[in-house]
């Protein structure tokens, strides 16, 4: 028996460590992986906590976190759902606020087949238009008001292939398998411009605005770490940041 | 509840699963039979190298294998240049590629039952045969085949099962198109993150009835365990 006590003393050891006081457990909407690299780090330097980063689909970090999920922030890929679980209960009041508001576009990771109005939509000469679920993802959700907007919904619904989430989208482009798609203009731009391929970005006008907002969890009320990674997100260091992967903030 | 136009969607994706795992059961017994054969029969140095490529699937998590799968079978991958060239287009988001990927994917819960049933049986059997003048053929399958048939069964059960289960691979490379590679797992966990529990719940409920049936089919139908 004694001998099966000490794995268990050694995972109870890690669990502590990894409750730390100065560490914050925050879930990010997959579209923002890239910027929230870089902002944690930032944070890292600037004020000695660390940020434990999850990416993932918004809908999913909502059943984890119904379900008691560690996390004390989420920087969701929405509005709704930070504002649904503070009406719930699971987030706390008062802290919500949009941290970026986020750019469609349509992509391909050949060059010269996007041209800068998206006629390519309209002339066709591909097999499938890669596309988060639009019943999960707001850039899905997106896509299809944009296209709807266009009058172009039916002719391009059947050639949809569904992603599970954004990053996967921006994957079924990337390996070649869908010759275009409607990915996140965080995804593919670099710098301030469009890394690789070609790309169209879709007109704010044609669809709702993509904002995404930041809330406190339950599991972060009160906490040092969650409040200060808040606050450096509203500061001109993460703006900056935010703004060089093409969102408005 | 339930609208007509959500139960119409998940009975698409049953029937689609239903069709993609009977396809794949049926591919299977006919490649992997031989497979078996050799493996159970071959003195080869490659024996081991190939039985460990056949049980790969077991231990590799699906999305390696719906990664790799997705590299190989796109513009730029060896079985993606193949299927171009030969005029078949590519494979991802079509219900081939689903059939492509599920042939690999299952392959070890059909080749091992046999291998098993076939090394389980000896070489004595087929040495009497061929005294009777038997060609190795006919004696395989009047002599080898109805010897390993529990072995078959198991085969056929766990090849179907399995890909009834399938869940990584088909998220990887299927891109959830309706009537084509939407299939129950899928369907399933588009329910749960989109917070149709409810919806989720007679599919997911549904799902473990079956796996039950099926596992209980073959621990009581299939007597190997206890002939010898």
């Known amino acids: 028996m004694s001998r099966r006590i000490q794995p268990l003393a050694l995972i109870a050891l890690l669990f502590t460590t990894a409750a730390h006081a100065d560490e914050v457990q925050i879930a990010v909407a997959a579209n923002f992986t890239a910027p929230a690299k870089l902002i944690a780090a930032d944070f890292e330097k600037a004020t000695g906590h660390k940020a434990q980063l999850v990416f993932g689909a918004t809908g999913k970090f909502y059943a984890q976190i119904k379900n008691g999920a560690p996390f004390e922030v989420l920087l969701a890929a929405d509005d709704t759902t930070p504002a649904k679980l503070e009406k719930e209960g699971a987030a706390v009041a008062g802290t919500r606020f949009t941290y970026a508001t986020g750019r469609l576009v349509l992509w391909s990771a050949k060059p010269a087949v996007v041209d800068d109005k998206g006629e390519v939509l309209k002339k066709g000469g591909f097999d499938h238009v890669s596309i988060a679920n639009p019943k999960l993802a707001p850039y899905g959700a997106a896509a299809v008001e944009a296209l709807t907007a266009l009058k172009l919904l039916d002719a391009i619904q059947p050639k949809f292939v569904q992603a599970e989430n954004i990053a996967q989208a921006h994957q079924f482009i990337a390996t070649g398998n869908a010759l275009i798609g409607f990915v996140a203009l965080s995804q593919v731009m670099k710098d301030g411009k469009i890394g690789e391929g070609s790309a169209w970005i879709v007109p704010a006008n044609l669809h709702q605005p993509i904002k995404q907002d930041a809330v406190i969890l339950d599991k972060g009320k009160g906490k040092p770490a969650a409040e200060a990674w808040l606050k450096f997100l509203k500061g001109d260091k993460a703006k900056a940041v935010i703004k060089s992967f093409g969102y408005e903030v | ?228």
């Open chain 2, 1 to 228: 509840m339930l609208s007509s136009v959500n139960l119409a969607s998940d009975l698409g994706a049953v029937w689609l699963t239903f069709k993609l795992a009977t396809v794949v059961t049926l591919l299977l017994l006919l490649i992997g039979t031989p497979i078996a054969w050799w493996l159970a029969r071959t003195r080869s140095w490659w024996k081991g190298p190939v039985g460990a490529v056949v049980a790969l699937p077991i231990v590799l998590p699906p999305t390696v294998l719906g990664f790799y799968l997705l590299l190989l079978m796109g513009p730029n991958g060896v079985i993606g240049q193949f299927t171009l060239w030969a005029g078949i287009g590519l494979l991802p988001f079509t219900f081939g590629g689903l059939v492509v990927a599920s042939v690999f994917y299952s392959m070890p819960f059909v080749v091992q039952p046999i291998q098993n049933a076939f090394e389980a049986m000896g070489d004595k059997p087929m040495e009497a045969a061929a005294t009777l003048r038997a060609s190795p053929l006919d004696a395989f399958f009047t002599v080898a085949v109805p010897l390993a048939k529990p072995g078959f069964l198991t085969a056929a059960i766990l090849g179907f099962a399995h890909t009834v289960g399938e869940f990584g691979v088909v998220l990887m490379i299927g891109g959830n198109i309706p009537d084509k590679t939407r299939v129950v797992s899928v369907q399933i966990y588009d329910h749960v993150e989109a917070l149709e529990y409810g919806q989720a719940h007679w599919l997911a409920g549904g799902m473990v009835v079956f796996s039950f049936l099926v596992l209980l089919a073959l621990y009581t139908l299939n007597p190997t365990g206890r002939r010898k």
